[in-house]
């Protein structure tokens, strides 16, 4: 399994990878949903992670396309 796909060029930070190691450890009982107040650590961790990987992914996409169109016009 590779965290990013082949064409995405983007690095893993060493806290990254740490943050989503440590969410999918599975040291602790089976996840559960908990009420509001009291989410699994490991929930928000991973969802973190992988908002951060989405935006980056966006970011990248969006540049990408800028470049697209302002080589068309020029």
Same mark, same amino acid.
Do not use: W, Y
């Given at each position: 399994? !590779?965290?990013? #796909? #082949?064409?995405?060029? +983007?690095?893993?930070?060493?806290? $990254?990878? $740490?943050? &989503?190691?440590?969410? &999918?450890?599975? *040291?602790?009982? $089976?996840?559960?949903? !908990? #009420?509001?107040?009291?989410? *699994? =650590? ?5 969802? *973190? ?5 989405? +935006?980056r992914e966006c970011f +990248? $996409?969006e540049v990408k396309m800028?470049?697209? =169109?302002?080589?068309? !016009?020029?």
């Amino acid at each position: 399994m !590779t965290l990013h #796909p #082949p064409g995405n060029k +983007a690095k893993m930070s060493r806290r $990254e990878r $740490e943050l &989503l190691l440590e969410s &999918l450890l599975i *040291d602790e009982l $089976e996840l559960t949903f !908990t #009420p509001r107040g009291n989410p *699994d =650590r490991r929930f928000l961790g991973l969802v *973190d992670f992988l908002a951060r990987q989405a +935006a980056r992914e966006c970011f +990248a $996409e969006e540049v990408k396309m800028m470049r697209r =169109r302002g080589k068309r !016009t020029s």
